[in-house]
């Protein structure tokens, strides 16, 4: 717990200058959907997830865009025995995984139509990366201990639509790091994974 509290204060702290000189803070929730890199004999496949989070918006045709989110990512697994000649052993067994992460993103971004002259709709492309910080994570198979890297690192890119107090937001995050750390499992996945999410602005007085 005190693991917790430590990054979620310094995360706040880092978060400060930002939201003294943002023009826009940024509340949203959405879904998330795993792509696995090396699913590897244990056959791992992405599932549903979700997040939900703030960022600042520090800027206005070119912007900076850092943020704090919980997220919530599934894998499943599955598992089959096998003799040396090859046969099964064991029916096919399918297991879940679930991680809980702070996601830190500081996305560099660009308006298509300049927000001084306060378009009716506007579309922005952006770009950067982000570490996810591991909060927990378990598995539903007693035999295997999971050991989940306290630090993934990702490369996202994405684009959003603006429309009055709302937005909605589409990304894709490619990962340079893997997941696990140990050797419990035959392979160690990297995951990337597209993420949806809708939210709403709020424009802060200058």
Not at 16 to 38: F, T, W
Not at 48 to 73: C, H, S, T
Not at 133 to 145: G, K, R, Y
Not at 151 to 177: C, H, K, N
Request: hydrophobic share 40%; glycine share 12%.
């Amino acid at each position: 717990m005190k693991t917790l509290d430590t990054i979620i204060a310094v995360c706040g702290m880092a978060m400060l200058p930002s939201i003294s000189s943002a023009q826009e803070i940024r509340l949203y929730g959405g879904y998330n959907g795993s792509n696995v890199v090396k699913a590897g004999e244990e056959g791992w496949v992405g599932q549903a997830g979700y997040q939900f989070g703030a960022d600042v918006l520090i800027g206005n045709r070119w912007f900076l865009k850092p943020g704090l989110e919980f997220m919530v990512r599934n894998l499943n697994y599955s598992m089959t025995g096998t003799a040396p000649d090859g046969t099964t052993t064991l029916p096919e067994q399918e297991f879940k995984y679930t991680s809980r992460s702070l996601r830190v993103p500081v996305m560099l971004g660009l308006h298509l139509a300049d927000p001084a002259n306060d378009p009716a709709v506007n579309l922005y492309l952006m770009g950067g990366p982000s570490a996810l910080m591991n909060l927990n994570a378990d598995l539903d198979n007693n035999a295997l201990t999971v050991e989940t890297n306290s630090t993934q690192w990702y490369i996202g890119f994405g684009g959003g639509l603006e429309l009055s107090f709302l937005f909605v937001e589409l990304g894709y995050d490619v990962a340079m790091s893997n997941v696990f750390k140990g050797d419990d499992f035959q392979t160690n996945p990297k995951v990337n994974f597209l993420h949806a999410n809708a939210g709403i602005r709020l424009k802060l007085a200058r």
